[in-house]
């Protein structure tokens, strides 16, 4: 006959045994239903808006950096810093253009407000600078050629009409403007309406090929360059190795208007040669490096 001491032994060793039980099915059950909850719950993307200061602007354009170390220092005349809620540009008095134009396109930015078609001087510009007017391209055969284009900045008729300050406008040939450099454009935005990105872009010129009215240089060559992050991310914490960097270098010549904008496909070092510009250089120097070097497929 089993004594009493064991068979409570037995008894309290099973209630233990049924706890322990307890306890684990419990918290299995609790962790497969949180499981559950985070598979069957999508998380959508954060939509940023767009900046209403300049302040904001300057902070959000020039995210990955200021490739010329533009400043807003009037004695700065070729180099000069202008901001928008549109955008942000050096502009350079020299040359009646901008050296480079830095935007983002997000989603927010897209909206049914109708092309304004305004173009006009940019009234920003201190006194004494090359101001440009439309008029200095007439009768000229060069487009008047966006870097910001007019579609990136669909949700106001202000917002739009700041694409036509003459800051932001460039001498190109219909061929390229109305074509291959229009492709490459409806592309970038096609990745943000269609991809859940936003893209970082700059875009400028270099080389000279004569003047407008003696005022306005005629680019040999427009480029442009994208980063793409994900939708609503912090840019400075988002870009790493694996990150999506689009560069081209399109020449500024007739006879391109059926060409695909791949092409023209280039590394951000190869543009930076050219330029003499500094370009994502917020970011470390390794990733600077990885980033630039490399041609997207």
Not at 168 to 192: A, K, M
Not at 266 to 286: A, C, H, M
């Amino acid at each position: 006959m089993i004594n009493k001491p064991i068979i409570g032994g037995i008894i309290a060793l099973a209630i233990v045994g049924l706890i322990a039980y307890f306890c684990f099915w419990f918290g299995k059950k609790t962790v497969d239903e949180l499981q559950q909850t985070n598979t069957n719950t999508s998380v959508e993307p954060q939509i940023i808006l767009p900046p209403t200061t300049p302040e904001e602007a300057e902070r959000v354009f020039l995210a990955l950096g200021n490739p010329s170390n533009a400043t807003s220092r009037t004695s700065n005349r070729d180099n000069y810093l202008i901001v928008n809620t549109a955008y942000t540009l050096s502009y350079n008095s020299g040359k009646g253009t901008a050296n480079w134009v830095a935007w983002r396109i997000a989603e927010s930015d897209f909206g049914i407000a109708d092309r304004q078609n305004n173009f006009r001087p940019d009234t920003s510009l201190p006194q004494g600078f090359t101001r440009v007017t439309p008029a200095d391209y007439t009768g000229s055969g060069f487009d008047r050629g966006h870097l910001c284009p007019s579609a990136d900045r669909s949700t106001s008729p202000e917002a739009n009409g700041k694409t036509f300050l003459m800051t932001n406008i460039i001498p190109q040939t219909g061929d390229l403007n109305r074509n291959v450099w229009e492709r490459f454009e409806t592309y970038s935005r096609g990745l943000v309406k269609k991809g859940k990105v936003d893209l970082y872009v700059v875009s400028g010129v270099y080389g000279e090929k004569g003047k407008l009215k003696n005022k306005v240089v005629v680019p040999t060559n427009c480029w442009k360059i994208i980063v793409a992050v994900p939708q609503g991310a912090n840019v400075s914490a988002a870009v790493n190795e694996n990150t999506h960097v689009i560069a081209v270098d399109m020449p500024n010549v007739t006879g391109i208007a059926n060409e695909d904008w791949r092409k023209f496909r280039t590394t951000v070092r190869s543009i930076e040669q050219r330029t003499g510009y500094n370009f994502l250089s917020n970011l470390p120097q390794n990733l600077q490096d990885a980033l630039e070097t490399r041609m997207e497929n």
